[in-house]
């Protein structure tokens, strides 16, 4: 393995928007924003790096739980992220695909999503938006659509294997992340790519999303290449 070369996938939860707005007296969707634009930032610096994929945890299943206003708030700002993006896709040379559950969100957010998936082509990074997503829903999704293939006559419940069920999840023909990182100083997965996740390693810091900078990033590939990762051998 070449040690220099980043992670082909690199995984983010954005965490700690509404601490950064708090900090600054402001309404939690500022810190939204400031996390929309932290995330352009760090897209950016990954086709600079040559990392392949990034996946972010835009949306949980379980952030339907906060206030309309703020729900609201990231919907809008991920529509606006949507457009910018699909007007600018040449350009930028990021293509797109979503993660979740999208029959709740908006009929113009859906189609948003949409747009942008079938509009993607083989460009140099690809960004996994996360979206009414959630690790343990996608594992249920991938074991009922198997089942359905096994009633239909498909397969039969012993040709199910770990490549196969793989292939039943949102990150089907994607490989798994290498590194997943996680700022603002929370130790938990939080239901992230609970299947993906198996190997992967994990860099927590202490940092806030919407402050999170190239040079984070750069240190988080640093640990990442400072582990021994022995897949369970020795
Ligand atoms: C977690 O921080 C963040 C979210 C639930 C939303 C993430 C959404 C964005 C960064 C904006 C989406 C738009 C684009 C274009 C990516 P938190 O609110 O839980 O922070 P806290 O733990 O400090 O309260």
Known sequence: MD??????????????????AKKRG???????????????????????LGVRYLTVYAFSTENWKRSADEVAGIMRLLGRYLREALADMEKNRVCFRFFGDLTKLSPELQKLCHDAESLSADYDVQVNFCLNYGGRDEIVRAASNFAADVAAGKYRPEELTEELLSQYMYSRDIPDPELIIRPSGELRTSNFLLWQSAYSEYVFMNVLWPDFSPQDLDQAIEEYHRRNRRFGGT
């Open 26 to 48: 402001l309404p939690r969707t500022a810190g939204h924003a400031a996390g929309a634009e932290s995330f352009r930032r760090i897209a950016n610096y990954c086709r600079t």
């Open 3 to 20: 040690n220099a070369a980043p992670p082909q996938h690199i995984a983010i939860i954005m965490d700690g928007n509404g601490r950064w």
